[in-house]
């Protein structure tokens, strides 16, 4: 519901990047703000939702994977470009420095790592939902284990490619860096300000991180449109709307900024660790081993050791029951 609103935001400035008055505006940081307040997307967030109840009613697998496979590789091209980019703005060394710097004393908050379990789950789908839904159209040849490496390994290139854009541009125009999630929406289009067509490489950006919040919000609403037609024999078109329209009338308590920033909040880091939690409780310990190693050994050649299923039970489950226990004793 909430990521439905930034989608929104992801499809205005896309548009307003090609005609350049996203890019061209006097202030960034005040043109997003707008944007953020109350209704300050409603259309926006309504165009999207449209959208996505066109593409779950003809199926997840068509033409919006298709256009991924050409866009994700244009959005790493661009990426690499502007982290060599911002590495020639006044003041990015500063950036660089609180980056590269760490605070080894934070590691001892549990909150740093109940933060760092949530980030890592919301940005892996590990919430217990578009996992199972997408691991059941995957074809039983797949290769879980070679797959799974890739997405792991862009996922971590995304991240660190993006932070060396964001922090160094930060500095260099003198916003905070704990702004969070917005920064991307208040530093890029300064960036793009300085580089020649810098419209059309801002709108090629924001259409590739379009598609790719596309691509999140299919699978978010695929689990409970799944579970109508499972549960109570709906047909998918009619699943489809229910789903997606209750979405959207509830999502406009979201079009508020500071309202969709605590619900992000909550849902990032206490609701999809549980999730993720709970999902590996259920495979790990629920099933049995028989029943783990031959889903573990579908599409893998060689045998699956038995390390996995201990390295699931005792550290996946373990370290994150441990470190989500401990951030709610700590909030009581």
């Not at 199972?132 to 290139?157: Q, T």
Request: charged share 10%.
């Amino acid at each position: 519901m909430g990521y439905a609103v930034v989608v929104g935001w992801f499809l205005k400035y896309t548009i307003q990047a090609f005609t350049g008055a996203a890019i061209y505006n006097g202030d960034s940081t005040a043109f997003f703000v707008q944007i953020a307040g109350n209704l300050g997307s409603f259309s926006w967030h309504l165009i999207v939702s449209a959208a996505i109840l066109a593409v779950l009613c003809g199926g997840i697998l068509n033409g919006i994977e298709k256009l991924n496979k050409i866009l994700m590789p244009v959005f790493f091209a661009i990426f690499l470009f502007l982290v060599a980019r911002v590495a020639f703005l006044p003041g990015a060394g500063e950036g660089y420095k609180f980056l590269l710097s760490p605070n080894w004393n934070m590691l001892l908050e549990p909150k740093i790592w109940i933060f760092a379990l949530g980030q890592a789950f919301f940005a892996l789908s590990l919430a217990g939902s578009g996992t199972i839904v997408y691991g059941s159209y995957l074809s039983e040849k797949v290769d879980v284990f070679y797959v799974a490496k890739y997405v792991v390994f862009f996922d971590i290139a995304a991240a660190i490619l993006s932070v060396l854009i964001i922090i160094p541009a930060v500095f260099s125009f003198g916003m905070e860096p704990a702004a969070g999630p917005p920064l991307m929406f208040m530093v890029m289009p300064e960036i793009f300000k300085q580089i020649p067509f810098g419209s059309i490489l801002a709108g090629i950006f924001f259409l590739a991180i379009l598609f790719a919040g596309v691509t999140s919000l299919v699978n978010l609403y695929e689990t409970p449109i799944e579970a109508l037609q499972k549960e109570f024999g709906l047909s998918r078109r009619l699943a489809v709307t229910i789903v997606v329209c209750a979405g959207f009338v509830i999502g406009l308590v979201f079009e508020n900024g500071d309202m969709l920033g605590m619900w992000m909040d909550i849902i990032s880091v206490y609701i999809i660790p549980l999730g993720a939690l709970i999902s590996g409780v259920i495979f790990f310990w629920v099933c049995k081993p028989a029943f783990i190693r031959e889903q573990l050994q579908l599409g893998h050649d060689k045998p699956v050791s038995e390390a996995y299923i201990a390295l699931g039970r005792y550290l996946f489950c373990g370290l994150t029951a441990l470190v989500y226990c401990i951030e709610i004793i700590r909030n009581l």
